[in-house]
């Protein structure tokens, strides 16, 4: 997989979300870069990793990504979060702390978990997919933007960074939807060793700051930030607040 290095300090991850790329993180990388040396990945079937073999499922690119990264803290967002959260679970994880932004451990709304959207909303998705390829992924993107104070802002700047480094691979955004509609990883999370900190998008339509409290609360090490007028993507419109909180948590972590 395709790994960015940027800036200088000690180490911390950058894992993006369905479609996108390590580039999304521009905001991030501009105010933290400054602090830490930041490992920016390019899942596979996106951005420079379109090319890569490796599957999506959390559990497999976890492992892969385990062998090709130092010891560090891992930042993921949305479905980079599943990623995060299954590396961090593992014994003997090389992860020593774990950000997870408007990412939830179950995407999916569930008799128990009140918190996550309707399964059929990732079915639509795979199945326009195969009918109309930029228009689905476009439909993704502004369900992403919708409800953040700054929704024409973070839409358009989603929309100009999807395609920045390329089609995302088909295959693998079907891949990627399969995973948000069926991942549970809420079982994983009392016993996580690691500290945690769980950031929502007050206004997320996607991933509720309810769904990030409630995770947080399943953690023993876990705390909790919420972005007020945030969207699904915080860190584009409100990227000061992201890096505040990521810094503040990431610093606090033992050496």
Do not use: K, N
């Not at 932004?101 to 199945?127: I, N």
């Not at 953040?148 to 358009?156: G, K, Q, T, V």
């Not at 691979?169 to 945690?196: F, K, M, N, W």
């Amino acid at each position: 997989m395709h790994v960015e290095c940027i800036g200088r300090g000690r180490p911390l991850v950058l894992l993006h979300g369905w479609a996108m790329h390590g580039g999304i993180f521009a905001p991030l990388v501009e105010r933290l870069s400054a602090h830490f040396t930041l490992h920016v990945v390019d899942l596979p079937g996106h951005g420079h990793s379109r090319r890569s073999a490796v599957s999506l499922d959390p559990a497999s690119c976890a492992a892969v990504l385990s062998g090709q990264l130092p010891r560090a803290p891992w930042l993921g967002w949305s479905l980079g979060g599943l990623v995060a959260m299954h590396a961090a679970a593992v014994e003997d994880s090389p992860v020593t702390g774990l950000v997870a932004v408007a990412a939830s451990p179950r995407f999916v709304a569930a008799p128990d978990w009140p918190h996550g959207v309707d399964a059929s909303v990732f079915a639509q998705f795979g199945d326009g997919l195969a009918r109309d390829y930029r228009g689905t992924v476009d439909r993704f993107l502004a369900l992403e933007a919708q409800g953040s104070d700054h929704m024409r802002e973070e839409l358009r700047l989603l929309r100009e960074r999807v395609y920045a480094r390329g089609e995302p691979e088909p295959a693998a955004l079907v891949e990627g939807l399969a995973v948000l509609e069926h991942q549970d990883l809420r079982a994983a999370l009392p016993g996580l060793a690691v500290p945690s900190l769980w950031i929502a998008g007050r206004r997320d339509r996607l991933v509720t700051w309810q769904a990030m409290q409630a995770a947080a609360a399943l953690c023993p090490h876990g705390g909790f930030r919420c972005v007020a007028g945030g969207g699904h993507a915080p860190f584009l419109t409100h990227a000061d607040a992201v890096a505040s909180a990521v810094l503040d948590f990431v610093e606090g972590l033992p050496a």
